[in-house]
């Protein structure tokens, strides 16, 4: 079993940054696929990014390449999404999410295991 928890959500200007960070705690394996999704109210849950694991390549949502970067730290057992030039449209809950048994990059909320409860993100403009 697999337990996720979402921190670092909160108030931020358009333009500015912020840093979730997702602790994990259970068995992770190395082929485990971790990935960030959004839902904003009104909306369906959206891929955002997602990496292995084990390390490798990384793959964004269109909407936030270039803004957005995934990481993580395997000894810490957490996982971050380092958000740059946030913008209004940005404001969503966000969930950090594991998937097992799964190779490549994972894009579709269902092929995810274990979810996190979801850190609020509210972009002012």
């Known amino acids: 079993q697999v337990q996720l928890v979402e921190s670092g959500g909160g108030l931020v200007q358009a333009g500015g940054s912020l840093r979730l960070s997702c602790a994990a705690s259970g068995r992770i394996f190395s082929g485990y696929a971790m990935g960030w999704f959004r839902q904003a109210p009104g909306k369906e849950r959206e891929f955002v990014a997602t990496e292995r694991w084990s390390g490798g390549p990384t793959y964004y949502a269109d909407s936030v390449k270039g803004r957005f970067t995934i990481s993580r730290d395997n000894a810490k057992n957490t996982v971050y999404l380092q958000m740059n030039s946030v913008k209004p449209e940005d404001t969503a809950v966000y969930y950090c999410?594991?998937?097992?048994?799964?190779?490549?990059?994972?894009?579709?909320?269902?092929?995810?295991?274990?979810w996190g409860q979801g850190t609020q993100v509210t972009v002012s403009s």
């Open positions: 999410a594991a998937a097992r048994g799964t190779v490549g990059a994972v894009v579709r909320s269902v092929e995810y295991d274990y």
